[in-house]
Nanobody, 120 residues
Framework: QVQLVESGGGLVQPGGSLRLSCAAS????????MGWYRQAPGKQRELVAR???????NYADSVKGRFTISRDNAKNTVFLEMNSLRPEDTAVYYC??????????????WGQGTQVTVSS
């Protein structure tokens, strides 16, 4: 079955950096829009960043200028480079893959999540 496996989370001090990776298997990766979402305790899951198959990106306002999403289609992997981390970035970060066919069929997959904790 489809697998999205995140890695790279951990504990970092405010102002620090982390790089998350998400390796996908059993999908035609280059077709998919890949995204990173996060969910903090007691809050709803929110979009952090998204990159479409053609490479265009969009970001949540709260991370613009600090986070960068990128993809390597040859390695079926999407990355999230996170700089200038703040305590409010603390959350479980989830990788998402989504694709809609011309006929309207939707494919939507999630990883298991990786914890990011920003604390001194």
């Amino acid at each position: 079955q489809v697998q999205l496996v995140e890695s790279g989370g951990g504990l970092v001090q405010p102002g620090g950096s982390l790089r998350l990776s998400c390796a996908a298997s059993r999908i035609i990766f280059s077709f998919y829009t890949m995204g990173w979402y996060r969910q903090a305790p007691g809050k709803q899951r929110e979009l952090v960043a998204r990159i479409i198959s053609g490479g265009s990106t969009n970001y949540a306002d709260s991370v613009k200028g600090r986070f960068t999403i990128s993809r390597d289609n040859a390695k079926n992997t999407v990355f999230l480079e996170m700089n200038s981390l703040r305590p409010e970035d603390t959350a479980v970060y989830y990788c998402n893959a989504e694709y809609a066919t011309m006929s309207g069929r939707q494919y939507d997959y999630w990883g298991q999540g990786t914890q990011v904790t920003v604390s001194s």
